[in-house]
């Protein structure tokens, strides 16, 4: 191909080859979502953020280890969210790490206006209520009406933001400062609500939340 991607799985090569041509079939397929480049294809334009750094040490036989690990979301701000954390000795390379399994980790969010404050129709919020659980942080979100914005930590509305909602009631619980936990919490709330998940990625996602 002109970029110069070679796909190397069957999902990739209907994308490469025009039999897939939007994200959404792409999750609907049921074939699994295995390379960040097929996102590329489907949703130029992505945008990531990075909402965390951390410093983690680990003591070897040759001595103290010091990797990074970074928490980031992608998203395209209308439905598409995808969360992930990666590791490496480099602060930049733990970012692209983590940008490219979020990628791959991307969901279809059904949003709509669940409020009943709101007319049907619109696309600012959530279809329904949702919630989604990582280590002892649960968190709870509930569709808002048009105009009241995120009522949430800088954390959930960053994760929210991304994947395009622009109006919900959120809550949360447990040790919420743990940044991961908190936006991890919170992207699996918002795959709970997704209507288009695979079997394999709900599962995928379940074992995640019960590390």
Not at 63 to 78: E, L, S, W, Y
Not at 98 to 103: D, G
Not at 165 to 189: C, F, I, M, P, Q
Request: charged fraction near 25%.
């Amino acid at each position: 191909m002109s970029n110069g991607w070679e796909p190397r799985t069957r999902l990739g090569r209907k994308v490469a080859d025009g039999e897939i041509t939007s994200m959404r079939d792409a999750l609907q397929s049921g074939l699994p979502l295995k390379e960040p480049q097929i996102v590329d294809q489907l949703l130029p334009g992505l945008e990531d953020e990075v909402l965390d750094i951390n410093m983690v040490q680990r003591m070897t036989d040759s001595g103290r280890r010091v990797k990074f690990r970074c928490v980031v979301v992608v998203g395209n701000r209308d439905g598409y969210v995808g969360y992930a954390q990666g590791r490496d000795d480099q602060v930049g390379g733990a970012i692209q790490k983590a940008i490219e399994v979020a990628k791959m980790n991307i969901i279809d969010v059904p949003l709509g206006s669940g409020s009943w404050e709101d007319r049907p129709g619109g696309r600012n919020s959530l279809m329904r209520r949702t919630t989604g659980k990582a280590g002892s942080v649960e968190v709870e979100l509930e569709p808002a009406p048009r105009g009241l914005g995120l009522a949430a930590a800088p954390t959930v509305r960053h994760v929210l933001e991304l994947a395009g909602v622009e109006d919900a009631w959120t809550n949360s619980h447990g040790n919420t400062r743990t940044t991961l936990n908190l936006a991890k919490a919170t992207y699996n709330a918002l795959q709970n609500a997704s209507e288009s998940r695979t079997p394999q990625h709900a599962r995928k996602i379940q074992q995640e939340a019960n590390e």
